[in-house]
């Protein structure tokens, strides 16, 4: 594994290939869920793999050296005694995310031995374990919200013997007691940045975390820095993955039209569009705020895009001079005009995040000009929120 994300060149920081080769991932990820239902199906089968059964080890083992996020936990249920085998229904409310991101955001984030480290919702330990193996003993914590799964890891990094603590609570809140924190990492993606989270920022700090829209499939990745004299600045990019949203958002899905557009794509239309590369990340992400409400289906043939909630949709090609439409939401108009936009304030990828301006209001920014592109994030207020111990 380490091999690998050093020969692809993701992993370049030698204190965390460190980390990776000392911590065990089969004693912090000792089964995983695997998926056995195709999209869309309800309810949902699984085949739960238990690392210390011989029939399950090989792909177990596979799972977990691998690439893949893990799946852990159905719907918050105790961690300490699950049957292998197959199990129906129920929605995945934990797991591990994938050991590219990882590795890429804990790199972003610069640790170093002595820093005050903090996670927010670590799951079952994974990053908490590697950056606390970096940063030394007694400085990282992790703040996760279900109990189980806060006992779970905190059990499973002590019997690794890495001296992190898991404690239970609101992420959101951050974690006052150990603060302030040279580095924070979110492992969950939210609407607009908690207050908590920037004044539990230490001078010279990092804070990184995804900026969660209603849609999965432009996520944005915002990384705060508390100067020295203690300036917040904050910039956001586009990126190809982020971190779910915290429980009780809920994201849009194209899975709903899926079999209506294959059925019939729409009414066929010159576009002065070709459809924008995917790795156009700095328009994608001004997509998700600037033509709220839309959803990629990455599993069709062509680009198709849906607004769910005004039953519309947008196929492009199978050429670039055409594009299919349906509804009374002429979606591919929006990106269009988005797409000059973009291109006239200069094809921006990245944007800068006002976090401090007083009015409690988070504004976003390309730049200066009149051509700049601009929005607000939600308020703090409309951020979901759900109780501990509620599923």
């Excluded at 083992?61 to 996020?69: C, F, N, R, Y």
């Excluded at 799964?149 to 609101?170: C, K, P, S, T, W």
């Excluded at 829209?213 to 203690?230: C, E």
């Excluded at 043939?301 to 039953?311: F, G, Q, Y």
Aim: hydrophobic fraction near 40%; include cysteine; proline fraction near 8%.
């Amino acid at each position: 594994m380490v091999d690998r994300l050093t020969s692809t060149g993701t992993l370049t920081d030698p204190l965390l290939r460190d980390a990776l080769l000392h911590v065990r991932r089969e004693t912090l990820l000792p089964h995983a869920y695997v998926r056995v239902s195709g999209p869309g199906a309800d309810p949902i089968d699984w085949r739960l793999l238990d690392g210390s059964h011989p029939d399950d080890r090989e792909e177990w083992l596979d799972l977990v050296h691998g690439d893949a996020s893990i799946l852990l936990q159905r719907d918050g249920e105790p961690l300490d005694a699950l049957a292998r085998g197959p199990v129906t229904g129920g929605h995945m409310t934990s797991m591990s995310t994938f050991v590219p991101a990882t590795v890429e955001a804990l790199q972003a984030l610069g640790l170093e031995p002595g820093h005050r480290y903090l996670e927010l919702g670590p799951g079952p330990g994974t990053s908490l374990a590697l950056a606390a193996t970096v940063t030394g003993a007694g400085r990282a914590t992790g703040v996760e919200r279900d109990g189980h799964m806060a006992a779970f890891a905190q059990r499973n990094l002590d019997r690794l013997g890495v001296d992190a603590a898991v404690v239970e609570g609101d992420a959101l809140e951050g974690h006052e007691n150990r603060a302030p924190y040279d580095r924070i990492h979110s492992g969950i993606g939210v609407p607009c940045v908690p207050s908590a989270w920037v004044e539990q920022l230490a001078p010279g700090g990092r804070l990184l975390t995804t900026l969660a829209t209603r849609t999965p499939s432009w996520p944005g990745q915002l990384l705060v820095t508390r100067t020295a004299t203690g300036r917040i600045e904050a910039v956001l990019r586009g990126r190809p993955s982020g971190y779910r949203p915290m429980l009780g958002y809920r994201w849009l899905t194209a899975l709903d039209h899926r079999a209506r557009i294959k059925a019939y794509p729409g009414t066929a239309r010159p576009t002065r569009l070709a459809p924008p590369p995917d790795d156009a990340y700095g328009f994608w992400v001004a997509a998700a705020y600037l033509a709220p409400g839309l959803v990629r289906d990455f599993q069709a043939e062509t680009m198709t895009i849906v607004a769910p909630e005004d039953d519309s949709w947008a196929v492009a090609g199978p050429d670039d001079a055409t594009v299919r439409v349906h509804g009374p939401r002429d979606v591919w108009a929006e990106l269009e005009d988005l797409y000059v936009r973009w291109v006239r304030a200069d094809r921006p990828e990245t944007y800068r995040v006002d976090l401090s301006d007083g009015t409690g209001i988070q504004s976003v920014t390309s730049g200066t000009g009149p051509n700049a592109l601009s929005w607000s994030l939600p308020a703090d207020a409309a951020a979901p929120r759900v109780p501990l111990g509620d599923a």
